[in-house]
Every structure is written in structure tokens, then in C-alpha cells.
């Protein structure tokens, strides 16, 4: 089997190692077609993740050096299609392609051929599980699954509780169905998720937001909601809130569950982020208020966006109306999706690539650190975006526009609104979509950008 040569890691193992497949196939060590180690067995050599190998085979192939072909493996490309390395730096060559801070999502380097993997291991398996409708909430199967990535933050869930969902997005719909009524106010993070505002809009629920600080929720600004707007629902992001980046300290989050009791409001414990903590130590909202909560998470931040398979955890007095609106809203959730899902928390390789993801992240807040460091940022260190607060005299559906106009796509504070009567001057940039070289182009843009004396001057 092949195994690549060199010394201590002076960069990262992933770009030695396809340093070392270019010399090895450049000295004719390895021959034009020839079938490299699967993902798994190099790894095991290696001592290191399969995730690791697979960004090694992804760079290798986007220097023309590798081929992947699906049920096959990855092959060493013939001399003569090799690809010819570009002669400038894509982003300076692509001036008119927008680089997109936009969309919070996972990088995906070496994701490609662990689903390559996982779809032959899925193929190979005994499919008649995953071929047929599921009873309401998803397999046993699944739904154990779930309550072990459940488990990362709340160790005590049951399977038994687990109700499965097409994703985060979906499993808000579900549960904000399912706990409220039409014209019932739901209150929300005066800074809040999109998703979360058109819901209630398309539902037909009253949004009021809520407002925070740098830790998040203000537990007297909740109460005085609770007394104005006599809310049925709460929901709230404590961890890598999306857009301000705030993480909440465990005495508010008790005192936010107490108030909740009080007043007889249902708690979202929206958790999707929550991965991001590398050693978390403060437990989810919803373990405060156990019997008044549905704990949310899911897998499309954490591992892939198509993996559209989410986890409510909830009460039990509450499973038999949120299954019926999973039914009644998607019927079911791909059964075949959640195997893929399933087999990927079972054999570990989801703890690896949260793990993988988390440094990516890590390497990117160092260069926004680099570039953006003398502006007034709120962020975490793994955290997938920052909010950029505006200096003077920029608004911020300008800095977006103005950002788009050269090149480069973030998000207005405005889009966050979940009242239009809230004033914001910030941004959202997202970090982890473009590669790190577009990552800094991209921002070095901005911050030109942000330093000029005029901002009209440059329309």
C-alpha cells in the first residue's frame, strides 16, 4: 500500500500529504491509473482521521494530480489529462464571481470522499430498512442515533424521546406548529435567524424580539414580555447565537428556564451550533426546564448541508403532536438519509468531523483576527461567522450592498430584525465557504472598504 514520506509536519498533515502523492507521482513512485489506499486503511496507518485524508485527496485532485471515480476509489491521473495549474490566483482572476460570506455552513474539504465511502458502506448494508415508509418519529434505529448526538450536550436523553426531522428548518416548523396557535405571540432574540422570521410570518404567529447584550437574552427584558405579551413560545439560541455570536452564561440560562416556568412559556432550545464548543461546559437551556422544553440540533451545520436530517428532543407529553406534524407537514423524513446520518454518529466519524471542522474554524477566525482586528468584531474562537459592528458613517444595508457591488456577499443586520422598530449598524460575514486564500481576498476587500474616508466615493 502506499504511504507517503516526510519529515515532521512543518504545515498541515492534510497538504503533506498531498505534497508527498505529487513528488511520489512525479519520481514515477506511483504510476498513471494506479488505485491509492481507501480513506480508512491509510488513515489507520497514518494514525490520523479519515477526514484528513480525504482534504489531502480533494487537494490533490485540484491540482490535477488524482481522479475519484464513485464505487471505485481514487486513481492517479495519466500524464496527459492532468490538469495545468491556473496561472493567476482564481480570485484575482474572477473579479466578476462574488464571493460568498453569506451562508453559515460547514467547509466542505474531504467531504467528498467520506460520502463516497458512506454511500458504498450504506449500499453494502441490509437496505430494507430504508426503503419503505417509517412509523411516526422515525426507526428505533434512528431515533437511538440521535439521542447519542443528543447526548453531546444533554448525556441523560433518551431515545425514546428523539423525534426525527428534515433539518433545523424544518424541525422549527414542526415544533413552533405543534406548541402555538395562530395569533399567538412567539418571542425570539431582537437579533435573530432569518428562518426563525419567516416561520412566524408564514405560520401566522406574532414575532416580538427580545432584547440582548453581549451574553444574549436579557432574563428582565424576557420577563417584561412575558408580562406585556403573555407569549406561548421562547425561542432562543444560547450557544454561537446567529448573528451576534453570543454565548450565554449558565446563571442566565437558569433564570431564563425560571422565568419560562413562571409565566408558562414553552421553551425552543434551538441548538445547532452548539458543536462549535470545543469543551463545553454549560448545559443547554432546555436542562434547566426539562418538562417545558424541546431541545433542537441537527446535522446540516455540524457535517453537511444536504444531510437534511434534524433531532427534536422533547417531552414525552408532547412526541404525539410533533410526530404527527412531521407526518403531516414531509410524511417522513428520508429513512434513507437518516441510515446515512445514523451510520456516521455509530462509527465515530461524526465526532471526528465536527472535530475537523472546529480547527478549520479555529484557522479562520485567526485571519479575520489578522485583517479585521482593529474593527469592533463579536465572535468565538471556533465560531463559523462574525458580526462586524459598522464604524461611522456606514449603514449597514450600505456596507452589504457596497460589500456586493465588489465582489463580495455578507448580510445586512437588517435581514436580523425580528421587529423592524430595532436599530442595528452590523453585518454577518460568514467564513467557512470560500477557501482560505478567497477567505482572505475577500476580506482584505472589506476592510479597503471599511477604511475609506467616504463610502459614496466608491459607488
Request: net charge neutral; with cysteine.
Amino acid at each position: 500500500m502506499w504511504f507517503p514520506q516526510y519529515s515532521d509536519p512543518v504545515q498541515p498533515v492534510y497538504l503533506m500529504i498531498a505534497d508527498a502523492l505529487e513528488q511520489d507521482i512525479n519520481s514515477g513512485r506511483l504510476r498513471a491509473n494506479e488505485r491509492l489506499p481507501t480513506l480508512k486503511d491509510l488513515a489507520e496507518v497514518m494514525k490520523v482521521t479519515p477526514g484528513t485524508i480525504g482534504r489531502a485527496y480533494d487537494e490533490a485532485a485540484k491540482r490535477g494530480l488524482v481522479i475519484g471515480e464513485v464505487g471505485r476509489g481514487t486513481f492517479v491521473r495519466p500524464a496527459q489529462v492532468k490538469a495545468s495549474p491556473p496561472a493567476i490566483d482564481k480570485c484575482a482572476a474572477e473579479e466578476s464571481a462574488p464571493i460568498d460570506l453569506s451562508i453559515i455552513k460547514p467547509n466542505d474539504a474531504g467531504i467528498g470522499e467520506w460520502l463516497r465511502e458512506s454511500i458504498i458502506d450504506l449500499a453494502q448494508s441490509d437496505l430494507s430498512r430504508v426503503l419503505d415508509y417509517t412509523s411516526d418519529g422515525g426507526h428505533a434505529v434512528h431515533k437511538q442515533a440521535g439521542a447519542r448526538w443528543v447526548q453531546r450536550s444533554l448525556p441523560k436523553a433518551k431515545w425514546q424521546q428523539i423525534v426525527l426531522t428534515s433539518g433545523a428548518q424544518h424541525g422549527l416548523l414542526v415544533a413552533i406548529s405543534s406548541l402555538s396557535k395562530t395569533n399567538d405571540v412567539i418571542l425570539c432574540e431582537e437579533h435573530c435567524y432569518p428562518g426563525i422570521i419567516s416561520l412566524a410570518h408564514s405560520l401566522d404567529r406574532r414575532l416580538m424580539g427580545v432584547k440582548i447584550d453581549e451574553f444574549g437574552l436579557l432574563p428582565e427584558a424576557f420577563r417584561a414580555a412575558c408580562i406585556e405579551h403573555r407569549p406561548a413560545l421562547l425561542i432562543c439560541v444560547t450557544t454561537h447565537q446567529n448573528p451576534t455570536n453570543s454565548v450565554m452564561p449558565p446563571q442566565r440560562r437558569e433564570a431564563i428556564a425560571q422565568i419560562a416556568r413562571e409565566y408558562d412559556v414553552f421553551i425552543i432550545d434551538d441548538d445547532i451550533y452548539g458543536f462549535l464548543e470545543s469543551q463545553p461546559t454549560d448545559m443547554p437551556i432546555s436542562a434547566y426546564a426539562p418538562e417545558r422544553s424541546i431541545y433542537l440540533t441537527s446535522l446540516s451545520k455540524s457535517i453537511l448541508p444536504a444531510l437534511r436530517i434534524g433531532y427534536l428532543y422533547a417531552p414525552p407529553e408532547t412526541l404525539s403532536r410533533l410526530s404527527s406534524m412531521v407526518r403531516s407537514s414531509v410524511w417522513m423524513p428520508s429513512p434513507m438519509m437518516a441510515q446515512l446520518a445514523s451510520n456516521l454518529i455509530n462509527n465515530g466519524m461524526g465526532d471526528q468531523l465536527v472535530k475537523l471542522q472546529q480547527q478549520e474554524a479555529a484557522a479562520r477566525q485567526q485571519i479575520v483576527k489578522e485583517i479585521l482586528g482593529g474593527y469592533q468584531i463579536r465572535t468565538q474562537p471556533n465560531s463559523f461567522h462574525i458580526w462586524l459592528e459598522l464604524p461611522a458613517p456606514w449603514s449597514c444595508d450600505e456596507f452589504a450592498n457596497l460589500a456586493r457591488a465588489h465582489g463580495v456577499m455578507v448580510v445586512s443586520g437588517s435581514q436580523f430584525l425580528a421587529q423592524r422598530t430595532t436599530a442595528t449598524s452590523g453585518v454577518r460575514i460568514a467564513l467557512m465557504s470560500p477557501s482560505r486564500v478567497e477567505l482572505k481576498f475577500a476580506l482584505t476587500k472589506l476592510a479597503s472598504l471599511l477604511a475609506s474616508p467616504e463610502p459614496r466615493l466608491f459607488y
